[in-house]
């Protein structure tokens, strides 16, 4: 297993395609994910389409190197919604109203009928299908909404989730759920930035392909800010006695102006 890169992230939704909704969800947990040692190799943005989410599922899992697949968006109870049925198909399992989602919707409908806020108890066939996942899901809580968001275990130690896109109910999630309870067990890659000062990004063409060549272990990049004429040279990986060496190797290669 590539130890880098064991996350994939699957946004879905045609508002995100359009440009009309931000994926703020994504960069969430590809930050929530590096920090708790399972960085993100790739993240995907498909359509409301069952075949294009299907296909994204399926790259992720034709991918040894990953372990955990994030799917999030398209799982509420309007026909615009396809990613639990999409998520069946990649799979190749049925779908199933599962009792748990049912009875928890179940509740919700119940509270809201309570309030005034719904004209009857019964759970309508829009949120029945809310309550319809791919057989073999497990449940994770979503204290912030209806949406049953999900986890599926794929073998071999792999697991694929599937949230809400609601921002509010997905970061509750992946705070109080996805993170500490199946992120965790591994350490923080280590990060360390050299900051050159007016400095041009392509001087350090020659001094990053030799730290490439020596330091194959390592991830590196070059990060300009031209509006304060800062440039930082970032690198990381898992080894800190490796970070550090290639740290000063890069201050040998372009001793001027880093701090």
């Keep these: 297993m590539n130890e880098l890169g064991p996350t994939v992230l699957v946004a879905v939704g045609d508002e995100i395609l359009s440009g009309h909704t931000l994926d703020t969800n994504s960069h969430l947990l590809a930050s929530r994910a ?13 359509g409301d389409d069952d075949e294009e989410i299907a296909a994204a599922i399926r790259r992720a899992l034709a991918d040894d190197g990953v372990s955990r697949i994030v799917v999030s968006g398209g799982i509420g109870p309007t026909p615009d919604d396809h990613t639990f049925a999409a998520v069946a198909m990649a799979l190749g399992r049925p779908l199933e109203v599962n009792p748990e989602a049912l009875a928890i919707i179940s509740a919700i409908v119940g509270r809201m009928h309570e309030a005034g806020w719904v ?13 319809t996942l791919p057989a ?8 912030r909404g209806m949406a049953p968001a999900v986890a599926l275990d ?5 697991l694929l989730f599937v949230l ?4 509010r109910e997905f970061s509750t999630i992946v705070e109080n759920e996805l993170i500490p309870r199946y992120f965790a067990g591994r350490a923080r890659p280590h990060v360390a930035e050299v900051v050159y000062t007016s400095v041009p990004e392509a001087e350090m063409h020659d001094p990053m392909l030799t730290l490439a060549s020596e330091f194959p272990d390592l991830q590196v990049g070059s990060y300009p800010n031209t509006e304060q004429r800062r440039l930082v040279i970032r690198l990381q990986g898992r080894d800190a ?14 001793s001027d102006g880093p701090r």
């Design 34 to 46: 590096f920090e708790a040692g399972w960085p993100v190799r790739r993240i995907e943005v498909v």
């Design 119 to 131: 004209d009857t108890a019964e759970v309508s066939p829009a949120n029945l299908r809310s309550a």
């Design 136 to 143: 073999g899901a497990t449940l994770v809580p979503n204290r």
């Design 154 to 158: 794929v073998g071999d130690d792999r």
């Design 164 to 167: 809400p896109g609601i921002p």
């Design 241 to 254: 006695a490796r970070l550090d060496a290639a740290t000063r190797r890069l201050r040998e290669l372009r």
